[in-house]
């Protein structure tokens, strides 16, 4: 035996109509509930994604425009739970599956970069903390909870001149247990030291002279004390 079912005719008046519009490379949409034409803003080339511009340069290219001259994306965690993000990835040699990672965080307003020193695969890598500002605008590198304006946790070189603040301004170097705490200045065969100023005068100067490794001199308009690395002391000479 053979079953047999006869399916209705439908007409082409029984279907709901779409009338399909829009010009070249631009995404589409439904500008109303029948119509379909151009999406106002995201534009296709083929390659890459513009919004606001036809002329994107990189995968996804954001412009401002006229009626919003600000270029913004907005990444919200609607819930409240979670720390939104943006994960950037440098592709381990020729691999498209493993990546150097770096993270960027909103946490509370404080911003948080994390990275990695090794590669992995792609969304399953292992990032910490490495550079944190705080809303309150506390700068922490190698810690996530820095109490001044600039807290450093390990070993750091400044170049060039160095200012701190100008009310009750202080650098301030914390050990920690069964470490030796230092300050070091390395030069190379020109004077080294340590200048006290007023207004940007210097009014002492505690220095090692160039080319001298044997002598430490305190100067204020010449110089006053000198010590000897053999043990002698000088007042005035």
Do not use: C
């Not at 409240?80 to 990546?99: E, V």
């Not at 230092?182 to 505690?206: C, D, F, H, P």
Request: aromatic share 10%.
């Amino acid at each position: 035996h053979v079953l047999t079912h006869s399916f209705p005719t439908r007409r082409s008046s029984d279907l709901s109509s779409v009338t399909v519009s829009g010009t070249t490379n631009y995404l589409v949409r439904f500008t109303s509930s029948s119509t379909i034409g151009n999406s106002s803003a995201a534009y296709d080339n083929g390659t890459n994604i513009g919004i606001g511009t036809t002329g994107p340069v990189g995968k996804f290219d954001v412009r401002p425009d006229v009626s919003y001259p600000q270029a913004e994306a907005f990444i919200v965690d609607t819930d409240g739970s979670q720390n939104p993000r943006i994960r950037l990835y440098r592709p381990d040699g020729g691999s498209s599956t493993t990546a150097y990672p770096i993270h960027i965080k909103n946490q509370l307003g404080d911003l948080n970069i994390l990275t990695s020193s090794s590669s992995a695969i792609l969304g399953s890598e292992t990032v910490s903390s490495k550079l944190y500002l705080k809303a309150d605008g506390n700068l922490g590198i190698g810690t996530s909870s820095p109490v001044y304006k600039l807290e450093v946790n390990g070993n750091f070189a400044a170049a060039g001149g160095s200012s701190f603040g100008t009310t009750y301004p202080q650098l301030t170097i914390n050990g920690t247990t069964n470490q030796h705490t230092y300050v070091v200045i390395n030069r190379t065969n020109y004077e080294a030291g340590v200048q006290l100023q007023t207004s940007g005068t210097t009014k002492w100067w505690m220095y090692m002279p160039s080319g001298d490794d044997t002598t430490l001199r305190f100067y204020s308009s010449a110089d006053r004390v000198t010590f000897k690395n053999d043990g002698n002391v000088g007042i005035g000479t």
